[in-house]
C-alpha cells in the first residue's frame, strides 16, 4: 500500500476565539490522559514538532526534541502569562522519522495552528485543530473527540473519513495530506473570520459536520 492510501478517522474543529487555547498548559494537561491511552497503543515513540516564536516575533523558539511526557509537555505548552507566540504544533505517534523509514503514516496525528497570533480581524475561531487516527489500527468511537470537543468549545467541528493524502503520480508524491490541513486545506479560500460558519466554507465533503460543541 502506498504511503497515502492509508485510511483514516479525521476530526477537525474551530475553538471560538473567546476560548482559551488548548495548549495552554493547565488546559493541555486536563486532556491529556485518554490522548495517553492512545498514544500507548501506537507503534513507537511519539514526537511533538512545534513551531513558536520569541516574543519580539522574530527568532525562533528552539526546543530542542520534544516527546510525550510531562516534561515534554511543559516545554511547548504556554502558561497563562506566556510571551512566547504560538504558531502550530505537530503530534506523530510514531515520529515522522520513523514514519518516513517504515514507509507508513502515522497511527495517531494532530496539528493545532494558531489563527490569533497574526490576525488584526474580528476572530470567529482562534484556531485549527486537526486530529488523524489509522484506521486499520482504531475504531471511530474514540474518547478523545469528546474530550476535544468540550474543552473547545468549537463554532464548527466535524468528522470524515479519507486517506492520508492524494496520489499524483507512480513516484510516490501525494497532495492533500492530513499533515498539512491544519493550516491549508481545510477552509475554502476566503477569510472566514468574524462570519457565522457551517459546512459552505469547507473545502471537501465531511460526512459529520457540526455547529457548536457537543
Not at 22 to 40: R, V
Not at 143 to 172: E, M
Request: hydrophobic share 35%; glycine share 8%; with cysteine.
Amino acid at each position: 500500500m502506498n504511503y497515502c492510501d492509508h485510511n483514516y478517522h479525521l476530526w477537525f474543529f474551530l475553538p471560538r476565539a473567546e476560548e482559551q487555547p488548548i495548549w495552554n498548559h493547565k488546559k493541555w494537561l486536563s486532556i491529556t490522559e485518554p490522548f495517553n491511552k492512545i498514544i500507548t497503543s501506537c507503534r513507537g515513540n511519539t514526537s511533538v514538532r512545534s513551531q513558536q516564536l520569541e516574543a519580539n516575533g522574530k527568532n525562533q523558539v528552539k526546543f530542542g526534541r520534544i516527546g510525550w511526557n510531562e516534561k515534554s509537555h511543559q516545554k511547548w505548552c504556554h502558561s497563562d502569562a506566556e510571551d512566547k507566540i504560538f504558531i502550530d504544533t505537530q503530534i506523530w505517534a510514531p515520529s515522522l522519522g520513523q514514519c518516513e523509514k517504515e514507509g507508513v503514516p502515522p497511527d495517531f496525528f494532530m496539528a493545532m495552528n494558531n489563527r490569533a497570533h497574526s490576525s488584526d480581524t474580528e476572530l470567529t475561531f482562534g484556531s485549527v485543530i486537526v486530529m488523524a487516527l489509522r484506521a486499520e489500527k482504531f475504531h471511530k468511537e474514540q474518547p478523545i473527540t469528546s474530550t476535544v470537543c468540550n474543552v473547545t468549545n468549537p463554532v464548527l467541528w466535524g468528522y470524515c473519513q479519507r486517506p492520508w493524502g492524494t496520489k499524483l503520480n507512480n513516484s510516490g508524491a501525494y497532495t492533500n495530506s492530513i499533515q498539512h490541513m491544519a493550516v491549508t486545506g481545510l477552509l475554502k479560500t476566503g477569510n472566514w473570520q468574524g462570519k457565522a460558519l457551517d459546512s459552505n466554507c469547507l473545502m471537501d465533503d465531511w460526512e459529520e459536520v457540526f455547529c457548536g460543541g457537543i
